[in-house]
């Protein structure tokens, strides 16, 4: 667990754009921002660059500072903590969007066996083999990341026939009166505009949608 004192440097420097690229600051400057001196300052971004929190390059009157992926998920554990803590208590979340084909790997993916256990345990249901891709309107995009601040269930990563399947997580959803799952894979850089929906049926089927039909989704009590 980071010590409070290098996650204010850590938002300090992600302030200044630190997440985006190369920064470049002075222990004169991080101290200036956080009222502290520059030795302390220095031991400050030695920590966080030990920790692997960000990286730096030195020069002579300075450093180019970057905030690494780990750097971004500890701000953004940060975030949803907040956002948990001034969230209304109760609400429900409504995102709309368009039905857009995925490639298959849903089909592929729902049908191991490790994979459906995990998801009857976490949503209720044993999930159907396949994945409704839904693509947001971008009204919804703000709404889906509200919705990462709520509690997730990890589904876990294995590895079976030599090859191993990454970890996944998900969480409840509706789809008029039909209990379904919303789910993202563990990969990197998941499209903010896109969701996965799973259920216990065939939903396009069920639904009668197809390419290009609008749909709503409800996450929340």
């Known amino acids: 667990m980071i010590a409070a004192e290098d996650l204010q440097c850590l938002k300090a420097l992600a302030v200044r754009g630190g997440c985006h690229g190369p920064i470049f600051v002075s222990t004169q400057s991080i101290g ?16 966080l660059e030990t920790a692997g929190l960000i990286t730096r390059a030195l020069s002579a009157d300075g450093q180019h500072v970057t905030v690494t992926k780990s750097g971004e998920e500890v701000l953004r554990r940060e975030y949803q903590e907040y956002c948990r803590i001034f969230a209304e208590g109760g609400k ?44 947001l309107a971008p009204s919804s995009v703000t709404v889906r990341k509200k919705i990462d601040a709520l509690d997730w269930t990890r589904i876990k990563g294995f590895s079976t026939d030599g090859r191993t399947f990454g970890d996944a997580r998900c969480i409840p959803c509706r789809i008029g009166t039909i209990r379904c799952g919303i789910v993202v894979p563990g990969r990197t850089h998941y499209p903010d505009d896109l969701i996965e929906v799973i ?15 609008s749909i709503n989704v409800e996450v929340g009590p």
């Open 32 to 47: 200036e921002m956080l009222g502290i001196s520059q030795q302390t300052a220095s031991r400050r971004l030695k920590g």
């Open 92 to 135: 429900s979340y409504q995102l709309s969007g368009a039905v857009v084909s995925g490639i298959g790997e849903g089909k592929y993916y729902m049908s191991l066996k490790p994979y459906k256990e995990q998801f009857a345990t976490a949503l209720g249901f044993e999930p159907y083999p396949g994945t409704l891709n839904i693509k």
């Open 199 to 213: 259920a216990p049926i065939a939903l396009r089927r069920k639904l009668g949608v197809e390419d290009n039909d």
